[in-house]
């Protein structure tokens, strides 16, 4: 009976706002109702290729997955570098050969001594200019490998080309604008360490990109494909950013 | 010597000059001081291309170019100011 008397209170039904994808305006799956829409999940959880990776922290590798201790200059704070790829080392096996023959060259003056005619300082400043020349040979080519990089992040490819000491180009596309990627391993060499180009056919203002004489290429590009589907996945499940 | 004197016979003869034996050896120290030039040139591109792209692309291993970048530099600029003494 008291309770009757009691007076009754108003309820209220809440409804929860639903997050809308806001670029199909569909609802957002359930799952991710309670995340931020700018939300990742860990690059692991959707590739095959990184979980299997460690992380490396050398800074001269060809094939870093996961790289430490790395960023680019227009990388985001939340961008997260996934794959650093360089030319493999056996690219270098030429010039390394060029040098040490051209280092040696000097010791055949002992047998043919064409610099006779010289003075002794003439000579000596000759053989200085000589191995100064070897020098910037070997420095123009370690830093055209070394800073020629691709990057796979979890939003973009970034191709930074080091083609020589005066020219530098650097381009970058988002995983969104890739249409199509293909790996080739071509030549003994190649077949033999597992190196060859990626080709990558992009809707951005650069058409195509390309991972030269890369280290493991059909890995490179099966990860790309897994980012690719990823973008997919995030633009259906509604977490866009 | 024989053979200096002998070149500088040829260059003599060559460039009809009267005199001035020490002429050939006057023009080569210019041709090596240029060569060393140009290469200082080469070590002062290095050194700022490697700042530039360590700075499009940090890496733990940027302190290290960057010295060497430097020392390769001092090292070039040594050797022209040796050249430029010794010969």
């Known amino acids: ?241 | 010597m024989n053979s200096d004197g002998s070149i500088n016979d040829f260059l003599m003869q060559l460039f009809n000059l009267q005199s001035d034996v020490n002429l050939f050896w006057a023009v080569m120290k210019i041709l090596f001081l240029v060569a060393f030039f140009l290469y200082v040139l080469f070590s002062i591109v290095v050194v700022r291309q490697v700042f530039m792209m360590t700075q499009t692309f940090k890496t733990r291993a940027e302190g290290g170019l960057k010295i060497f970048a430097i020392v390769h530099l001092i090292f070039a600029v040594g050797v022209f100011m040796a050249a430029f003494l010794i010969l």
């Not at chain 1, 979980?51 to 922290?57: F, K, L």
Request: aromatic letters at 10%.
């Open chain 1, 1 to 241: 009976m008291a309770d009757s008397t009691k007076p009754k209170l108003k309820t209220h039904t809440v409804h929860k706002v639903v997050k809308r994808n806001p670029l199909t305006d569909d609802p957002v799956d359930p799952k991710y109702q309670d995340l931020p829409i700018d939300s990742k999940k860990p690059v692991e959880e959707y590739s095959e290729v990184l979980r299997r990776e460690v992380a490396c922290d050398n800074p001269y590798a060809s094939f870093a997955a996961k790289p430490s201790n790395i960023s680019f200059e227009s990388q985001d704070p939340d961008e997260r570098i996934l794959l650093l790829v360089r030319q493999h080392p056996i690219v270098n096996l030429r010039w390394i050969i060029v040098t040490l023959v051209l280092a040696l060259m000097p010791l055949g003056l002992v047998f043919v001594p064409v610099l006779d005619f010289f003075p002794a300082r003439f000579q000596t400043m000759s053989v200085i200019g000589w191995y100064l020349l070897i020098l910037g040979y070997v420095i123009e080519n370690f830093l055209s490998w070394f800073f020629r990089v691709n990057i796979v992040t979890d939003e973009r490819i970034i191709d930074i080309d080091f083609l020589s000491l005066l020219y530098k180009k650097i381009s970058a596309a988002k995983i969104d604008n890739i249409e199509d990627v293909s790996s080739n391993v071509a030549g003994f060499f190649g077949s033999l360490i597992n190196y060859g180009d990626v080709e990558i056919q992009t809707a951005a203002e650069q058409r195509e990109f390309n991972f030269e004489l890369v280290p493991q290429p059909e890995k490179v590009a099966r990860l790309i494909n897994e980012l690719m589907l990823e973008e997919e996945r995030e633009k259906i499940e509604g977490r866009v950013r």
